[in-house]
């Protein structure tokens, strides 16, 4: 199994894994100690945010052969998604099937881990496939997240910071559903204009431009 570490104020703490450690029930954000006793003997190696970075840059710049409106949403923190408006290029009443179903060989090809989600707005796309993700990296199945309904998934997949999650889960807010039926107006007076924000896009907004991610 392979860790990656991360260091925050004299704490180290595991900042991704990959499948096999999942399967041993550690995930991104536990401590190493945790980590360690959990899932046994594991190769470490340094959170480098740099080399994320240039990594998903390349990836962006393979997936122009897609699509010539390549975004990286966010560039720096979160989870990262690259997000493909690929209106114009599905020809066919199977278009967007047959187009993720294409993509997705194509990254298994070149051995990237991924979850695809297509949805007419990009935020939405990006809060279905970050909810994806999660479940992959948990050792649950994606596709569930890939049909639920974007209420039901949970605000983590909405890439809200640490603290604002654990500030709504507080109060008994964990799905997009719940946030959204506060109102925006009373969530950024408590919470901040981001979380009302974010909350539009699990609701399938279209306040970013619009695409498939």
Not at 34 to 60: F, I, N, V, Y
Not at 136 to 148: K, N, S, Y
Not at 195 to 213: H, I, L, T, Y
Request: charged letters at 25%.
């Amino acid at each position: 199994p392979l860790l990656v570490v991360a260091e925050h104020e004299g704490a180290r703490h595991v900042a991704d894994a990959c499948a096999q450690a999942a399967a041993r029930g550690v995930h991104a954000g536990r401590a190493l100690a945790h980590a360690q006793a959990r899932g046994g003997a594991a190769s470490e190696g340094p959170h480098d945010p740099g080399r994320d970075r240039a990594a998903l840059g390349r990836l962006a710049a393979w997936s122009l052969r897609w699509t010539p409106r390549v975004h990286l949403d966010p560039p720096d923190g979160g989870m990262p998604l690259v997000l493909l408006d690929v209106r114009g290029c599905m020809p066919g009443a199977d278009g967007p099937a047959c187009l993720a179903a294409r993509l997705g060989r194509a990254l298994a090809r070149r051995g990237s881990d991924h979850a695809l989600a297509a949805e007419p707005c990009a935020g939405a796309a990006g809060v279905r496939a970050t909810a994806a993700a999660a479940d992959m990296r948990a050792g649950r199945p994606g596709a569930d997240a890939l049909r639920a309904p974007l209420e039901a998934l949970p605000i983590e997949s909405l890439r809200l910071d640490a603290a604002a999650c654990a500030a709504l889960r507080e109060v008994n807010v964990t799905r997009i559903g719940e946030l959204r039926a506060i109102g925006r107006d009373a969530l950024a007076d408590r919470f901040g204009p981001d979380v009302g924000g974010r909350g539009d896009e699990g609701g399938g907004g279209c306040a970013r431009s619009k695409g498939a991610g």
